[in-house]
Every structure is written in C-alpha cells, then in structure tokens.
C-alpha cells in the first residue's frame, strides 16, 4: 500500500475532514498490508498516528532538490544507493526529529543536515516513511513553483534544480535512479516476503 501527500499540511492532523477514516486505513494496513509506504505528509501522519511523532511548521518552505546521506549502506531498502543521494522535497512542515530518535522501532536509513530524516523504517519493514518526493518527475517543482508565482505567491526557486537558478532553463532529473533502486527493492522485498495462503 502507498499513502501518499496532501496540501493540508498548515492543519493539526485531527482538524483534517477525513483524518478518522484515514486512522482507520492505517490500522487496517496493519492487519491486511504486508507493507506500507507513506510519502510527504502521509509519511508525517503514519509517523504521527503510530508512534508519537509529531509535525512542526517551517519558517520557510523546504522547496526543491536536497543531498541525502545514506545512513545504511547495508540495508536492503537502499540497496545500490550512492552514499550521497539526492530526493525531491516540497514542505512547509518537519517532523520532530528528537521525538523521532526516541522511537526503538524505528531506523534513519536517509537524511540531510539541513532538512532532516527522509527515509525512516520500522525494523520490519511493514512500515516505510518518505518525507520527500522520489516519485516526482523532472517537471513536478518547475509547475508548482510557476503555478505560485503566477498565483503571486511568496516562493523561492527550488533549491538545486534549475542550472544556475535560472527559471527559465529546463531542470535536471538528478534522483531517477535513486528512485528506481529504491521501488524496484521494495517491490522485490514485498514479492519475496508477503506469506500467501
């Protein structure tokens, strides 16, 4: 199962209209999913709802392409990963990353200095947190930073994306492979794993 994003972020979880009918799918997965992604926001509710850790607003929103250190070289989820890797983020919130330090059941295998954790695990794998975007493709920051723009938002140009934080130049894919690594071994892990009776 994949739980993904959503644009209520500024929102406490329980003023969210469906927030009880989406505990109830998180506990359901529990029972009846062998594993769960949760992308973004989803990954801030699953991390939320199942162990504590709560969400926190940004003074700036965390917009575009972001070094990540692999904190696992082992781990199978991250399998083929560069030591430095890089993933698409586009937030206005963070987890609490002492609260999150503080969960046994939980391992970083991902995270930058500046923006925190971005791939978290449970020890079994049932549950995997993404706090960014690897499933964005080459153009996803490029429309959201021009729709603010035409919207006469307050918005930076994406971190790291366009060559010479030039808008108007075409911006570079730089996590593809990354991405494809890291759902060709989930998926693989899910196949192997997931008892069929």
Known sequence: MIITGAPVEHLAFEEVDYWNELVKIMEWSKTHVYSTIHICWGAQAGLYHHYGVNKYILPD?????????????????????????????????????????????LSVLSRSDEIGSNVIVTKDYRQ?????????????LSTEYWRDVNLG????I??????????????????????NLLYRNWLNYVYQLTPYT
Do not use: M
Request: proline share 8%; aromatic share 16%; charged share 30%.
């Open 153 to 156: 938002r307050k918005i930076h």
């Open 61 to 105: 929103k965390v917009f575009g392409v972001f070094p990540e250190i692999l904190c696992d070289e082992y781990d199978f989820l991250t399998n083929g990963f560069d030591e430095i890797h890089y993933t698409p983020h586009s937030r206005h919130t963070a987890i609490d990353e002492e609260a999150l330090k503080k969960v046994p059941q």
């Open 158 to 179: 994406p971190f790291n994306y366009y060559p010479e934080d030039d808008p108007n130049k075409e911006p570079i894919l730089k996590w593809r492979s990354h991405a």
């Open 128 to 140: 995997i947190f993404i706090t960014g975007h690897f499933e964005y493709s080459k153009d996803t």
